[in-house]
């Protein structure tokens, strides 16, 4: 059974940046693709998702140009860049771990196998 646990919430001013770390566990890594969400109040938002080497990176039109996704296998680690920071982009934020399918409907919650718990992260004016 796989394991994700997000890192790296907290309290930050808008116009600063943030960098959140999921360590997974149970994977192989190599073959999962890992993505990032957040979920303010309403439905979860897909942001970033990266494939299992690395190689390939896909980033919702919201967050483009001031998000960045990347990852070590070797640590088993995924992380999430976000610069400059808005109050809009308080919320709580998770990655999530597919193993089974291609690079296909990215955007998609329901792709995702695996969940961590999430940190929250909440960006004042």
């Known amino acids: 059974q796989a394991h994700l646990v997000e890192s790296g919430g907290g309290l930050v001013q808008a116009g600063g940046a943030l960098r959140l770390a999921c360590v997974a566990s149970?994977?192989?890594?190599?073959?999962?693709?890992l993505a990032w969400f957040r979920q303010a109040p309403g439905e979860r938002e897909f942001l970033a998702v990266i494939?299992?080497?690395?190689?390939?990176?896909y980033y919702a039109d919201s967050v483009k140009g001031r998000c960045n996704i990347s990852r070590d296998n070797a640590i088993d680690t995924v992380y999430l860049q976000l610069n400059p920071l808005k109050p809009e982009d308080t919320a709580v934020y998770y990655c999530a771990a597919d193993v089974n399918d291609p690079w296909s409907q990215l955007h998609l919650a329901s792709a995702y196998d695996y969940w961590g718990q999430g940190t929250q992260v909440t960006v004042s004016s």
């Open positions: 149970g994977l192989n890594m190599n073959a999962a693709k």
């Open positions: 494939s299992g080497r690395g190689a390939l990176t």
